[in-house]
């Protein structure tokens, strides 16, 4: 959580690129990116030079050699701004006709994730006053602290107010944690996110594993596996790649494995690689066939994205795999063949253990779509005994294009850490607690007569449906399919009482017009 200060000053960094005549989110989101980074290289090489002058000598590959130091953020940002825009806009002869932005697109893996996916950066900012305004700005914020700067960078991508094309658009936070604390990402997951956009699925498990595991890093092994090994994104877009990529560094990610390509297509041939998915793939758009890996085509024949991100998303697990997938209403209902078959695929031979249906302003203001959240575990041999219903109605916003906040953050914050204290306060509110307690309730193999009050009662929220049930309904997974409405009863009087009454209500109006005429007369 940033403080209002740190707020005040993102706003203001976020102002004066717009008045600067940068107006494009993801424009500003992506100059503000590369001066963060260029600020940490230059940080990083203060790091090297203190513990050279500490030991006398070190094995510290430098950034900057002392000949690069007018490129140095440390050096640029006190000098005139149109110095420092020279610096950055021409080739500078007496620097091997570099700028301070070409330098860091020649570091490669010595610059860490970020630069791995830098090489289509351009400088877009257009004047040497609004250049001179930003690094001032950016020199003052807190940028050695991981919290603080991985909550500086969310808030800043939570400005983005527009979707981007192809159907993507930013997962609410909130809705992100729950998913994490529900899968519970363990010490030796893999997790990927194949649609990844800018990281928040695993920005998100990351944050999990440290404060609910702060432990885990005294292990070296497991520090490794952090760094290395544990966090995998795919995406397409390259802008999104640069911001997920820092996303990552900033949240205390050194190296996590991104890949830049189209998750469906045939070059992507990953297959049982991962231990853990959290996925919120494109619901819009369609691909022919032959841009189709193969394998995805034999599980679901079709077009849509989001049924072929479900096939993929079995491939790439492992055996005893987890995932929890938000997929659009249609997906739980349609009656092709291809809708059908992939459901079919998680209840038959898969086991499939959660359906979370959501209120459709949850994306609001980018899409009203309706959407459900599928939990199931790569087994390829069935397990689906009964799956778990929950009818979400509130997610702690306003569903409206405005999604206002309905509780502080600070109350909204013991959703997740205090969920049984806040039920009562958060009715009506926000599902978030009720989920969270029922699904522990349940245990992620939900029983037949379910636990603690969770059972198969269909007039309530949350319920049990058996697999029977569902594979009688054509492997229906909508929660309209299963819940049952209990109407009150509405008595209404006779037509003769009616008219009684009517008839004495007319009789008093008659004698009060009587006695106003008395009165007048």
């Given at each position: 959580m940033i403080t209002g200060d740190l707020k005040s000053q993102i706003d203001k960094i976020w102002n004066d690129f717009w008045t600067g005549g940068i107006s494009n989110p993801l424009t500003v989101i992506e100059q503000f990116t590369y001066l963060i980074f260029l600020k940490q290289l230059d940080d990083k090489q203060i790091l090297i030079e203190k513990r050279a002058n500490m030991l006398g000598v070190t094995t510290d590959k430098p950034i900057y050699t002392p000949e690069q130091k007018d490129l140095r953020w440390s050096s640029f940002k006190d000098k005139d701004p149109e110095v420092m825009f020279e610096l950055f806009t021409r080739p500078q002869r007496h620097l091997n006709d570099v700028t301070v932005f070409d330098f860091m697109k020649t570091l490669g893996k010595d610059g860490g994730a970020f630069t791995e996916y830098i090489k289509g950066a351009t400088f877009m900012i257009p004047t040497a006053k609004l250049l001179d305004r930003v690094v001032q700005q950016i020199d003052k914020l807190p940028l050695d602290n991981r919290d603080t700067k991985g909550d500086l960078y969310e808030y800043m991508l939570g400005k983005i107010a527009e979707a981007g094309t192809n159907g993507q658009f930013r997962t609410p936070r909130h809705i992100i944690r729950m998913m994490v604390e529900m899968t519970q990402p363990k010490k030796d997951d893999t997790i990927c996110d194949p649609s990844c956009g800018t990281a928040g699925f695993l920005v998100a498990a990351s944050q999990y594993v440290h404060e609910k595991h702060e432990d885990w890093f005294m292990d070296q092994d497991f520090r490794e596996h952090y760094n290395r090994n544990m966090f995998n994104g795919i995406e397409i877009d390259p802008s999104m790649m640069r911001i997920s990529a820092m996303n990552l560094q900033l949240h205390g990610m050194e190296n996590p494995t991104l890949i830049g390509n189209s998750a469906l297509s045939e070059s992507n041939d990953i297959s049982s690689q991962y231990s853990l998915i959290l996925a919120n793939p494109p619901f819009k758009g369609a691909l022919d066939y032959d841009e189709v890996e193969s394998s995805l085509l034999n599980v679901t024949k079709t077009k849509k994205t989001e049924l072929l991100f479900l096939a993929l998303i079995l491939r790439m697990l492992k055996l005893g795999g987890r995932a929890a997938v938000i997929v659009p209403d249609g997906v739980l209902f349609g009656s092709s063949g291809a809708h059908k078959s992939i459901r079919k695929e998680l209840v038959e031979n898969q086991q499939l253990q959660a359906v979370i249906s959501m209120p459709s302003g949850v994306f609001k203001p980018y899409a009203g779509v309706s959407t459900a959240i599928l939990f199931f575990t790569k087994t390829n041999s069935g397990g689906t005994d009964n799956v778990w219903f929950y009818d979400m109605q509130a997610d702690g916003f306003s569903l409206d294009d405005k999604r206002n906040a309905q509780l502080s953050e600070e109350v909204f914050e013991q959703c997740f850490t205090d969920p049984e204290r806040v039920l009562e306060e958060f009715k009506g509110k926000c599902d978030i607690p009720n989920i969270l307690l029922d699904w522990k309730a349940i245990g992620t193999a939900p029983s037949p007569s379910g636990r603690d009050g969770v059972g198969t009662d269909r007039t309530q929220k949350s319920f049990l449906i058996p697999k029977a049930d569902i594979v009688a309904n054509d492997y229906d997974l909508s929660i309209n399919r299963y819940k049952e409405i209990v109407y009150d009863e509405v008595i209404y009087?006779?037509?003769?009482?009616?008219?009684?009454?009517?008839?004495?209500?007319?009789?008093?109006?008659?004698?009060?017009?009587?006695?106003?005429?008395?009165?007048?007369?």
């Open positions: 009087e006779k037509p003769q009482t009616l008219i009684a009454d009517i008839k004495a209500i007319d009789k008093k109006r008659l004698n009060a017009m009587n006695e106003l005429e008395k009165m007048l007369g």
